[in-house]
């Protein structure tokens, strides 16, 4: 009996093991963590394009591609090297700026004239770097235009002949509103115009009747020129007339080869707001993590996963076209970090395409960054770059085991960072944590793109919410 009672108890243990996991932890380490090879981490030297298969057989959806990648209109299909030092650089502009807004002390000065659907997305180094871009026809005849998508701004604009001061260098032809037969002036007594103030921080001015627009940015680019309408369209199936948007004449900055701007904002003159009655400010988007595959940009519900876990939309401060999230907690390789609500709640934090590195608060990233380092502790430390102050070298490595970091949000979501989520890559030998800490406490965490990469990233303006799912460009 005594022997039957051993093998019972020893049963018992095995399955307690089998259940649990009794293997020193083993288990637990390879659900909280990413191994993958190092050579991952590199640029593909692929000169092939891959397409999202969402792209291509979702009605409302267009191409996104990286800016410097083999995908791109801009590149000829041959990949090009971004100054990353640049990038960041510019990161830093932009994010000054949010935070500059979200602090109300931009002046808001008189500037003179002195249904569903995706589109691909790539990456830019415009307006602070790291944005991406879509392909959108403007105009009749249709003008192709490759755009950068921007949910950090609202007012949609393009170059535009004459270049009455400058115009930067871009790829494709200015557009040329005196050879569109469906493109016409926003008069300055109008709606729209008395609304520029919101959706640019600048309110309009006149000349001769019509109505003048300007809008600065934090790297110091500007667009300024007529407030116009005109026939948009983003697919064969989804044309819209008489949208508004910026006719630059005057036009400076880095933005490297591309027409303008999709403005994917909260403010009533944004795209996402002038295509409501078929879309009902709907959006999605796959931002693209190799250079050599494009993402999606969907206008619309047609193909949202049905995994998407939904966070409410939290406003910052009152008119701000930012969409505002409530962050709950971080966790680093499946244990939560120490960090007091208050650390989060108090400056509050916003979600933002534009922005490549995320922004926490001192408190936060101090927690974050202890907790990585402590678990990435067998992979020699190298010198920092710019905001990045946590770099390992990885150039004696085959595989790299890394700790999974999971964002949750107020409603439940909790978003798991894909493994290209937590890097951002000089070179093997200097591989850093993708995150900075805010120079202040009261400054909004920002929860940027290179956070973003794979995921599938919904954005329900009438219903409130933001939402993701894993696996999104696939």
Known sequence: MSINRNLLNIIIILCICLNLGCNDGAQERETDSHTIQVSSLLPSSSSSCVLSP????????????????????LNNGKATSPDHVEILRLDQARVNSIHSKLSKKLATDHVSE???????????????????????GLGTPKNDLSLIFDTGSDLTWTQCQPCVRTCYDQKEPIFNPSKSTSYYNVSCSSAACGSLSSATGNAGSCSASNCIYGIQYGDQSFSVGFLAKEKFTLTNSDVFDGVYFGCGENNQGLFTGVAGLL???RDKLSFPSQTATAYNKIFSYCLPSSASYTGHLTFGSAGISRSVKFTPISTITDGTSFYGLNIVAITVGGQKLPIPSTVFSTPGA??????VITRLPPKAYAALRSSFK???????????VSILDTCFD???????TIPKVAFSFSGGAVVELGSKGIFYVFKISQVCLAFAGNSDDSNAAIFGNVQQQTLEVVYDGAGGRVGFAPNGCS
Do not use: E, Q, W
Request: aromatic letters at 4%; glycine letters at 12%; a positive charge.
């Open 114 to 136: 002195s249904k569903s659907t995706d589109l691909p997305a790539k990456d830019g180094s415009t307006l602070g770097s790291g944005n991406y871009i879509v392909t959108v």
């Open 350 to 355: 916003l979600i933002d395409s534009g922005t």
């Open 263 to 265: 403005g994917l904002g």
């Open 54 to 73: 969402r792209a291509s057989t979702t009605k409302s959806s267009l191409h996104v591609t990286h800016r410097h990648g083999t995908c791109s209109r």
């Open 394 to 400: 990885l150039s004696g490595f085959k595989t790299v």
């Open 374 to 384: 402590a678990k990435m502790s067998k992979y020699p430390t190298t010198s920092g």
